[in-house]
């Protein structure tokens, strides 16, 4: 499967985007979804969660509230909102898919990846 990530951008302290992950090559339903992110100088971090039949699993320490993470299998693709921004959440956003059975947050069981879509939080 190829994955392509879109949606990023300059977004205001405060402010939403929603990520875009279109699947192609094989269906995503087939697969258990996530997406990371890394900012620079640091290790690539788990975001959030989607498994096959929906049930999702965010990064409580820093998301859990102010993301959601969606699949429209119909369309191939995958969704992460994002509301209520900060300088902190600015990284490169990965969006990334398993078929590996039950919930992960290691980025080394996911073995395909989209190629990033940066998204910068600042006035």
């Known amino acids: 499967v190829q994955l392509q990530a879109s949606g990023g951008g300059l977004v205001q302290p405060g402010g939403s985007v929603r990520l875009s992950c279109a699947a192609s090559g094989r269906a995503l339903r087939t697969y258990n979804m996530a997406w990371f992110r890394q900012a620079p100088g640091k290790e690539r971090e788990f975001v959030a969660r989607i498994g096959r039949s929906g049930g999702t699993t965010y990064n409580t320490d820093s998301v859990t509230g102010r993301f959601t993470l969606s699949r429209d299998n119909a369309k191939n693709t995958v969704y992460l909102q994002m509301n209520s921004l900060t300088p902190e959440d600015t990284a490169v956003y990965y969006c990334?898919?398993?078929?590996?059975?039950?919930?992960?947050?290691?980025?080394?069981?996911?073995?395909?990846w989209g190629q990033g879509t940066q998204v910068t939080v600042s006035s």
């Open positions: 990334a898919a398993t078929s590996v059975v039950g919930v992960s947050m290691n980025p080394q069981q996911y073995f395909y």
